[in-house]
């Protein structure tokens, strides 16, 4: 027999499966479950997208495209986050087409980060932070956000984490899985101590889009001298309804995207082509599609904090993403226990806090991007499953 636990890679075998997988894979097994526990969007790709990507289909555009991504992508990519951020990057040189946002993440953690540097990731946050900067020989530093403060950065509180080891500041938002939303007063703080201590930052836009304040989402590189110490990661996932065509872009300092390109050139090589030519027209016709969809994300936030807060369970008013983040101490029981019992009690499924840090405990990420008669539904269930307990 062979001994694997002699001869595979330490390092990822002590990393935890995402806490997020467990309930949806549970929910799949059931009957009858609700399931509001992963950001998939409940919208079709809008239909003039797919028609891109089916059109160059039909025409034979199967070919590998070039490792940056076609040039009229990034000159999309360079557009879209000119008029809607006022933020200019060169499409040649300082845009990345990667497989998902995800992707990009990673490819920016491994070329800044060397073994022993330390990278600070406030929390709750996405799950993947923690492990990719491990799998780089990182150090994660996180930093416990709260309700009391919205679940926001504070300068205060960055600046008592840096350490001479620091390197990478990983800004998620709008936040996954809190739905909290920095305004411009408080990131131009958060600029500031990094631009004192010389560090870079790392700012996860996948959910910029889904911002609901009336400033709208400031991009972090628009920030007085942010713009040369951020790669700013983007996607269509979320803002286009584009889960499965996995495609995503990072845009930064040509220094930095150049290292990007190298490690996305051995590991991937290139991008999903049809998805890039569906890309191509979301970004260039799809501003109508993200408005529609932004509204009716809104409504159904307005509805779900209303209704959870009404059977009581404490929830703060996210400003972005698509989820909320209840308090369920109330209850006495855990994250993983509300949750558990939730499922094979009521067939609901939500996410239990504590699978985005230790200080999600207490918490549960509930995904309002399923359709209003779901979230009407469950929280119908979940009012009966409290009245039980």
């Not at 806490?19 to 409940?42: C, K, Q, T, W, Y």
């Not at 990009?104 to 799950?127: K, N, Y």
């Not at 972090?220 to 990661?233: A, D, I, K, Q």
């Amino acid at each position: 027999m062979i001994d694997y636990d002699k001869l595979v890679n330490p390092t990822i075998k002590a990393i935890k499966p995402s806490g997020i997988r467990r309930f949806f894979d549970i929910a799949n097994e059931m009957e009858d479950v609700i399931s509001l526990s992963v950001g998939e969007p409940d919208f079709h790709t809008p239909w003039h997208i797919r028609e891109a990507g089916i059109e160059s289909l039909e025409k034979g555009r199967t070919r590998y495209t070039p490792n940056r991504g076609f040039i009229q992508l990034r000159q999309e990519v360079s557009s879209f986050l000119s008029r809607h951020y006022g933020v200019e990057y060169e499409p040649e040189s300082q845009v990345l087409i990667t497989v998902g946002g995800s992707e990009a993440i990673d490819l920016c953690v491994r070329s800044l980060v060397c073994p022993g540097d330390e990278v600070l990731i406030p929390e709750p946050s996405f799950v993947c932070y923690v492990p990719i900067t491990q799998m780089a020989g990182g150090v994660p530093v996180t930093i416990e956000t709260g309700p009391e403060n919205g679940f926001k950065l504070t300068a205060k509180e960055l600046e008592a984490h840096i350490t001479e080891r620091t390197k990478l500041l990983i800004m998620p938002y709008p936040n996954n899985p809190t739905g909290a939303v920095m305004e411009r007063e408080e990131l131009l703080e958060i600029a500031r101590v990094v631009e004192k201590h010389d560090l870079l930052v790392l700012s996860d836009e996948i959910y910029a889009a889904l911002t609901y304040t009336d400033e709208g989402h400031i991009c972090f590189s628009s920030l007085p001298g942010m713009m040369e110490r951020t790669v700013v990661v983007n996607g269509f996932s979320k803002a286009h309804s584009m889960t499965g065509w996995r495609l995503g872009y990072a845009a930064g300092p040509r220094e930095i995207i150049s290292l990007m390109v190298k490690l996305h050139q051995f590991a991937i090589m290139s991008a999903p082509t049809t998805s890039q030519y569906a890309a191509i027209e979301a970004l260039k016709n799809g501003d109508d599609d993200m408005a529609y969809m932004r509204g009716q994300y809104d409504m159904r936030r307005r509805l779900i904090v209303d209704g959870l807060n009404e059977i009581g369970l404490k929830c703060f008013e996210p400003k972005g993403a698509f989820y909320v983040f209840p308090s369920v101490k109330s209850t006495g029981l855990t994250s993983d226990e509300f949750c558990e019992r939730l499922i094979y009690g009521k067939q609901v499924a939500v996410v239990p806090g504590s699978a985005f840090g230790p200080c999600g405990e207490g918490f549960v990420r509930i995904s309002y991007c399923y359709s209003v008669k779901h979230i009407t539904e469950a929280l119908s269930r979940m009012r009966a499953f409290l009245q039980e307990l």
